[in-house]
């Protein structure tokens, strides 16, 4: 497997005499997320950098450590597992740096992830918290994202950090949120990796995530892979996530093109499955979302408040009216500040 600025060009779709001023600026869309991989490999293959090259590196370094220092705080709250970030970036070449605009922590300990949340908003000037609820099984799963303003710059993006009580929700309609991770970490990075794609089409950075992963297993690793991608349902979405990677030659290995071939018939058998299932088949996992009520209901001990009309969640960063939809009913919230009557509706 081959990691360079060639390899970079072939997977966002940029060609070889296009200068690289514009394959940077392709690189940092949304849709790809490779600035700091770009930047890296230019540096590393001998490339002019200047000022603005050895700026935007020092930026990268900057927030991978504080990556390392917001998730240190969250192990002093509990057990967390990054996902993704720097477990994969421990993957890459020594000298290629993986861009990461936040980090995704595991807490399965529902206490334990709320104290780690109270920990960085005490410890960072957090302004933007959001909450959702997702509940699965007779049991509730939470997601919890925390905001600050970059301290570089003003112009930098804003800091980020995403607690989740399971790495596995699913598509809300055949899939079910699965809460457990295989215990092989690779394994269990790739299929985070395929599971985005119930989201969104895999990025730029995704694509050499999954490479970098697969390229570090043995084909005597796939097998488990394998087996791993049929338990947790990803089976389709694992299979075109190894044949993304194998459509570019120089970043494909000997597991990632057994990989493609040993799971066609899976996917065939889960694509069925699916297809076969209905709606309210299964686990299911529903999601509510966190409308914000203000600071003044928030609670040190995280608790659920319900009644026939609403339910409103109090926790360390404040107070969340929660909506099973993404527009916010209008009685809904008049039946949450006519019993909260301190609750502060966002401007």
Request: proline content about 5%.
């Amino acid at each position: 497997m081959e990691l360079s600025l060639r390899t970079v060009r072939e997977v966002i779709g940029v060609a070889a005499d296009v200068r690289l001023g514009l394959v940077l600026e392709k690189a940092a869309r949304r849709e790809h997320r490779l600035a700091g991989t770009v930047c890296s490999l230019a540096a590393a293959e001998g490339h002019r950098l200047g000022e603005l090259g050895e700026a935007m590196l020092g930026i990268e370094r900057a927030r991978q450590r504080e990556h390392d220092r917001i998730t240190a705080l969250a192990r002093g709250a509990g057990r967390a597992e990054v996902l993704k970030g720097a477990a994969v970036q421990a993957h890459y070449p020594t000298d290629v740096l993986r861009s990461s605009r936040d980090v995704d922590l595991l807490m399965p300990d529902e206490d334990e992830l709320w104290s780690a949340v109270a920990a960085i908003a005490a410890a960072r000037p957090v302004d933007e918290a959001r909450v959702s609820m997702i509940v699965s099984g007779g049991r509730r799963h939470w997601g919890v994202a925390l905001n600050w303003p970059s301290p570089e710059s003003d112009l930098d993006h804003v800091y980020a950090v995403e607690f989740l009580t399971a790495a596995f929700v699913g598509d809300s309609a055949t899939v079910p949120l699965r809460a457990g991770v295989p215990d092989n970490p690779v394994a269990a990075h790739v299929l985070l990796i395929a599971e985005e794609l119930f989201q969104q089409p895999l990025r730029g950075r995704d694509v050499v995530d999954a490479a970098v992963l697969l390229a570090a297993l043995t084909e005597e690793d796939v097998p488990e892979l394998r087996h791993a991608a049929v338990r947790w349902l990803l089976a389709p979405e694992v299979r075109d996530t190894a044949r993304r990677v194998n459509a570019v030659p120089a970043l494909a290995s000997p597991a990632s093109v057994r990989l493609a071939e040993d799971l066609t018939a899976d996917a065939e058998r889960e694509l069925s499955r699916r297809r076969g299932a209905d709606a309210g088949d299964g686990d299911l996992a529903r999601v509510f979302y966190g409308f914000p009520l203000g600071a003044a209901l928030r609670s040190e001990h995280t608790v659920v408040e319900e009644d026939p009309n609403v339910t409103v969640v109090r926790c360390p960063v404040g107070g969340y009216l929660m909506v099973d939809s993404l527009s916010v009913p209008a009685a809904s919230v008049q039946a949450a500040l006519d019993r909260y009557p301190t609750a502060v509706l966002p401007e």
